[in-house]
């Protein structure tokens, strides 16, 4: 009987621990928490597993350009904290788009607050 074959060097990372799965057999168990692997390469495939973090993120950048930039500081937290859950695996590797999105937006917002707090307090301060 001819062995399963091997996960080469790869990106691929078990979906339920994080641990890197180069080298271990397709249709075997992840040797850190037992979790059958092909249920990470097949979350990988399909996507099936989207980071809620990343969606986030990017709502909170919208918002932070369009009606409160407090949002902003918020969704470049949230986007950091995103791109490291994706980054461990097991979330579909499109979610890093969104991520990136929300960062930038977030970052817009940011300057946007800072901005009009300045604008606040130097019309305080002429009062």
Request: charged residues 10%; contains cysteine.
């Amino acid at each position: 009987m001819e062995a399963p074959p091997v996960i080469r060097e790869s990106p691929y990372r078990c979906i339920a621990c994080g641990y890197d799965l180069s080298g271990t057999a397709i249709g075997g168990q992840c040797p850190e928490c037992g979790r059958p692997i092909v249920d990470s390469l097949r979350s990988r495939e399909t996507g099936a597993a989207h980071s809620t973090l990343a969606t986030v993120s990017m709502i909170l950048g919208i918002l932070g350009i369009a009606l409160c930039p407090i949002c902003g500081p918020f969704a470049i937290l949230l986007s950091h904290m995103a791109r490291k859950e994706i980054s461990q695996g097991g979330y579909a590797t499109s979610n890093t788009g969104m991520a990136t999105a929300g960062f930038i937006m977030g970052i817009i917002g940011s300057v946007m607050l800072f901005f009009f707090g300045f604008l606040l307090l130097l019309d305080m301060t002429v009062w």
